[in-house]
């Protein structure tokens, strides 16, 4: 605290620590998907939460303690959808644009892609050499009453086609909960199956 020279205290400004920005940083991603989301119900828009907060929400039925945080926001619709998607968007300060070819709501006071809420298409393939399509809109499940969430199969697909290292520690967690076994290698194509069957075998399943 510093003094001022009539020996009076003045108030020095603090900022927030290390813990209490990161807490910020997920509160917002929270706020940011529950906002989206809460506006394209208005809208009367069918979507499902899908990436990296779909297998946090999974995750959470089997062993909250093990949900891992991340910053993306990535949701599912119609791309005929589209434009009373955008006005929905609109009418929650999330403008759209895009970014190399992806779609994305943007923060209006913030225009910036890490926090952006991404769009996939449904029924359609994220990349032209993807042996399958994405899910559609119709595989979803209300884990959450506010929070439609694509299909556990339909989660698991998609993330073995990105096979990013994101994906395949995102397919470690729902594998270590119990949610991914061995049944889930059967109906997918041989590429996939591979992938899942080699996480699989490295958890010892």
Known sequence: MLESDANSPVEVPTTPGIWERYLMAIDEVTERMRRI???????????????GQAVALWVATKDPAAVRTTKDVDILLRREDLPRARAA??????????VAGVGMFLERSDPNPRKAVHLLWSGEKVRPDYPLASPTVDERESLDPAT??????????????????????????????????????????????????????????
Do not use: C, W
């Not at 968007?89 to 895009?98: K, R």
């Not at 119990?178 to 490295?202: N, V």
């Open 37 to 51: 989301g809460r506006a394209l119900d208005e809208a009367q828009v069918a979507y499902a939460l899908v990436g």
């Open 89 to 98: 968007a609109n009418s929650v300060a999330l403008d759209y644009f895009e």
């Open 148 to 205: 439609p969430v694509v299909s556990l199969p339909g989660l698991v697909r998609m993330k073995l086609m990105s096979n990013r290292d994101q994906d395949r520690v995102h397919l470690r967690d729902l594998i270590e909960v119990g949610l991914i076994t061995r049944d889930f290698l059967a109906p997918l194509p041989l590429e996939l199956a591979a992938r899942l069957d080699a996480l699989l075998s490295e958890a010892g399943q």
